[in-house]
T-cell receptor, first 114, second 111 residues
Framework: GAGVSQSPSNKVTEKGKDVELRCDPI?????LYWYRQSLGQGLEFLIY????????KSGLPSDRFSAERTGGSVSTLTIQRTQQEDSAVYLC????????????FGPGTRLLVL | DAKTTQPTSMDCAEGRAANLPCNHS???????VYWYRQIHSQGPQYIIH???NNETNEMASLIITEDRKSSTLILPHATLRDTAVYYC????????????FGQGTILTVHP
């Protein structure tokens, strides 16, 4: 596709359940980023992939959060045993290999934990 | 990456130019200035970026002062659809591209 796509668009889950969020980057983009935007808060970085490797996972808030990327393309962000404070919009962005290349964002997945 | 300072909110009349300022007094030589905007309930949209020269594209113009300590994003003919939160971000050109978002400027375009 022409842009970054994310699925699902919206997800409602119960506290304690696991959820998986998917990101399809722009074709050919080697770098992929996950961010989170909580209600009334700014966007915060979660994790960065270059290819299938994650050189920086420093933004993951707890060990309940994990992410993987396979084939240098699709990435999945998994949240285990969800808590109400995990409710947020999860955003994915991708860019080319070089550090100065522009990041393009997807529409986000809105997660609500009841 | 250098910290940025933006006004919390600004208003603009439809059809007029919107000039959004950003201070980045601690910017270093290899850091770029990026502008994104976020319209309610959507992902951030890239607008423009620059290093030291002024830049223009189909969306906006970016004016960077000679000392690079501040910049201005110009939307030449604002429309109601330009109402959004505008983020000015400084990012290193030689380090991987994690973006650090501040609070941004809420631009409201009035009819």
């Amino acid at each position: 596709g022409a842009g970054v796509s994310q699925s699902p668009s919206n997800k409602v889950t119960e506290k304690g359940k696991d959820v998986e969020l998917r990101c399809d980057p722009i074709s050919g983009h080697t770098a992929l980023y996950w961010y989170r935007q909580s209600l009334g808060q700014g966007l915060e970085f979660l994790i960065y992939f270059q290819g299938n490797s994650a050189p920086d996972k420093s933004g993951l808030p707890s060990d309940r959060f994990s992410a993987e990327r396979t084939g240098g393309s699709v990435s999945t962000l998994t949240i285990q045993r969800t808590q109400q404070e995990d409710s947020a919009v999860y955003l994915c962005a991708s860019s080319g290999r070089l550090a100065e290349e522009t990041q393009y964002f997807g529409p986000g997945t809105r997660l609500l934990v009841l | 990456d250098a910290k940025t300072t933006q006004p919390t909110s600004m208003d603009c009349a439809e059809g007029r130019a919107a000039n959004l300022p950003c201070n980045h007094s601690t910017i270093s030589g290899n850091e770029y200035v990026y502008w994104y905007r976020q319209i309610h309930s959507q992902g951030p949209q890239y607008i423009i970026h620059g290093l030291k020269n002024n830049e223009t594209n189909e969306m906006a113009s970016l004016i960077i002062t000679e000392d690079r300590k501040s910049s201005t994003l110009i939307l030449p003919h604002a429309t109601l659809r330009d109402t959004a939160v505008y983020y000015c971000i400084v990012k290193g050109g030689t380090s991987y591209g994690k973006l650090t978002f501040g609070q941004g400027t809420i631009l409201t375009v009035h009819p």
